[in-house]
């Protein structure tokens, strides 16, 4: 992985998957390259994510469709737009990856680098965490190739081939052909999700960089001409490091926050699914059942708690900025210096705030509505249940 080693391992981990599934969207990519990205996504995406969404017309019951083949749609589903968005704005995204990395976003202090070295750490080894989970929640289903049912892991719909006992070579191909794509659709929403989390990671350090700077903005008295040429110099600059912050959160938010609304409005209907589904069985005597459902709520989970928490990061960080301002020595400047501060104030103390589609913070706010919103509807199928 030489070719990212400037990057975090989580980071490196995300480029190499999608250059594996195929979503590595540069411009000059090789005509194999291309002709690879279209193969796999004809079979792999396009192919399963139809035979996902006819599954829903061949569901038995409400029960089943609800239970068993719509809440793994409806992830699939999110995934799909997420990627159409990144693959649109991937150029972009790899602009902003490396700006991270560049002297802009650089530790300017020794006690700066190693905050970051051990942030960006934890940051690695949570993404890490968060692969794995998603992971157990897919291989988990490999169970299901021994308790006689001869279901599919993740549809009970595969264009008309005979899965029973006496076709079991079509009922191994297909439960393989799903594992794998299940399998790919999961890491790569993983990865999408560091992204997302990455950036804005790298913003609030960055933001914790310039309330430090702000503190040390000012000067005492007597003020002399080269200490006035000096603060003047450290207030351009800071103001220049702020804007360039801004302008980072607002396109990482222009790209994903369409993606990221759907995946929270998925995410939270998924939940109340899988809550609802656990409700209808035994834990303890279908654990092998309860494991990967247990897995995947968690893994849904992290698929709203990771954009809400990285936000919110950015706008408490952010909105700490003007009390950093009012703390620094700013009594022994002159009137007209006085004045360029308090208009800095003033635009400090409007929090960044990202928003995703227009409709939700990116805060835990939203995390803990989402939340409550998902336990409402699984309480209202629970009553409408007891009362049939």
Known sequence: ??????????????????????????????????????????????????????????????????????????????????????????????????????????????????????????????????????????????????????????????????????????????????????TGHCVLNVAADSQLAYLLYAAGLQLDNLREKLVYLGVSKPVSENEKAIYYRAFIDAIEKYYRIYSFTQKVEKIFSLATFLQICASGVTICAVMFRLSEINIVKELESAIPMLFYLLAMLGQILLPCLVGNEVTYKSSQLTNALFKSDWLGLPVAYKKDMQRLMLRTSKPITLKAGHFFNYNLETFTSTLNTAYTIYAVLKHRERNN
Not at 117 to 126: I, P
């Open 1 to 182: 992985m030489s070719e990212f080693s400037e990057y975090i391992l989580c980071e490196r981990l995300a480029f190499w998957i999608w250059k594996i599934y195929g979503f590595w969207a540069i411009k000059d990519e090789s005509p194999y390259y291309r002709a690879y990205r279209w193969l796999y996504h004809f079979f792999f995406t396009f192919i399963y994510i139809f035979a996902m969404f006819m599954s829903s017309f061949f569901a038995e019951n409400a029960e089943e469709l609800w239970s068993e083949v719509m809440f793994v749609l409806l992830t699939d589903t999110a995934m799909f737009v997420k990627y159409v968005f990144i693959v649109n704005n991937f150029e972009t995204i790899i602009e902003l990856h490396e700006q991270t990395i560049s002297d802009d976003f650089h530790p300017q202090t020794d006690r700066q680098a190693e905050t970051r070295r051990r942030l960006f750490s934890r940051f690695s080894n949570t993404m890490i965490a968060y692969y794995v989970c998603s992971l157990i929640s897919v291989w988990t289903h490999l169970e299901m190739l021994y308790d006689g049912r001869y279901k599919l892991p993740f549809s009970n719909w595969f264009y008309w081939v005979p899965m029973d006992e006496e076709n079991l070579a079509y009922y191994h191909l297909v439960f393989a052909y799903e594992m794998f794509g299940m």
